[in-house]
């Protein structure tokens, strides 16, 4: 089973590849409204590829609120 | 009319398939504009049915197949009637909707929705007039109504409950969450699954399978398996105007319309 440190870096590798940000460039604490610059339609992208990529199921509620890319992985690690 | 080009979306037919495709900025949501042509689009069903097997509906738009609802729309028009004008304008905007999603789900050939990314609240409304949904695995289904103090008006919960088991159409209605394709196929909303950007090509596959079929057997088998419950389609249109008389929705909406948050579909 994953860590959550593992889980964070997946996140992190997931969000620089689909949204076209250096490799390497994100960090876990980092806000990821304002360092990816997405709107709420690709948060809900993200919201799906994440799914998707873990084959779990994240409510939208879940992540209301969450900013940074450590929270949310958090979020995903207790659904693993 | 086989064909037509119009402000929110356009048809053309070929084949012996229609395609309907939905292109109003940002993310087709539903308002006056785009309801007078669907209007018109149903309108055309008469002379089009007899040489029509199938019909796609799909999104032209980037975000997805619809994020439901002009609530802009909604809510400025909302805002400078009286009590009663509002009520008056909400009903007949509601009678208008359901005539035109009834008549596309009672249809005499067989409707296919293409879906890709958001489809939520009046969007959702209107792919569950399709007899199939095929679905991209970036599309996200949702009824947020909830957040407004509203319920889905555009006849969402009883063509849900017609098609899948009350516990699914609880959890989106009571919770407002939104889920994925791949969870909507496990449960038998979305009848295939495409993968990203590819929905229409298979919808187009499945219609080309549809066309085979004779036609009056077609529309028989249809119209025995696929009931439209009117009654509760009725009861869904009073329900929703009694909670828009209270003055927590348009304060909602107000908020909605003002909002600057990254996920403004959630309380």
Known sequence: MRTLEQTTQEVLDLASKHFNVPEGSLAPEDDFFKKLGIDSLQTLEMLSRLENHFGIELPDYEVQGVSDFRTLASRIQSRL | ?267
Not at chain 2, 11 to 19: M, T, Y
Not at chain 2, 57 to 70: L, P, W
Not at chain 2, 189 to 197: F, M, R
């Open chain 2, 1 to 267: 009319m086989k064909s037509f080009t119009g402000k929110t979306l356009r048809w053309e037919w070929r084949d012996g398939v229609i395609e309907l495709t939905l292109d109003r900025e940002p993310a087709n949501e539903i308002g006056l504009t785009l309801l007078a042509e669907l209007e018109q689009f149903v309108a055309a069903f008469e002379a089009l049915a007899p040489e029509t097997a199938a019909c796609i509906i799909y999104s032209e738009r980037k975000q997805g197949f619809s994020a439901g609802a002009d609530l802009r729309e909604l809510y400025q028009g909302a805002a400078q009637l009286s009590e009663k004008e509002r009520l008056a304008s909400v009903r007949a905007f509601l009678e208008r909707i359901h005539a035109a999603f009834n008549a596309i789900d009672a249809a005499p050939f067989t409707t296919i929705a293409a879906v890709h990314g958001v489809c939520f609240g009046g969007g959702l409304e209107l792919a569950l007039t399709c007899d199939i949904i095929v679905a991209d695995k970036m599309a996200r289904f949702a009824f947020p109504e909830l957040r407004l103090g509203l319920i889905p008006g555009f006849g969402g919960i009883p063509r849900l409950k017609r098609d899948l088991g009350n516990a699914f159409v609880r959890d989106l209605l009571l919770t407002g969450r939104s889920v994925n394709a791949t969870r909507a196929q496990s449960v038998g909303l979305v009848a295939q699954l495409a993968a990203e950007g590819e929905a229409l090509r298979i919808a187009r596959a499945t219609a080309a399978q549809v066309v085979k079929f004779d036609g009056v057997t077609r529309a028989a088998a249809k119209n025995f398996i696929k009931t439209i419950p009117h009654d509760e389609l009725r009861r869904e249109i009073d329900l929703f105007c009694e909670l828009f008389a209270r003055p927590t929705v348009m304060a909602a909406l107000k908020k909605f319309v003002e909002s600057s948050d990254a996920m403004p579909y959630l309380p």
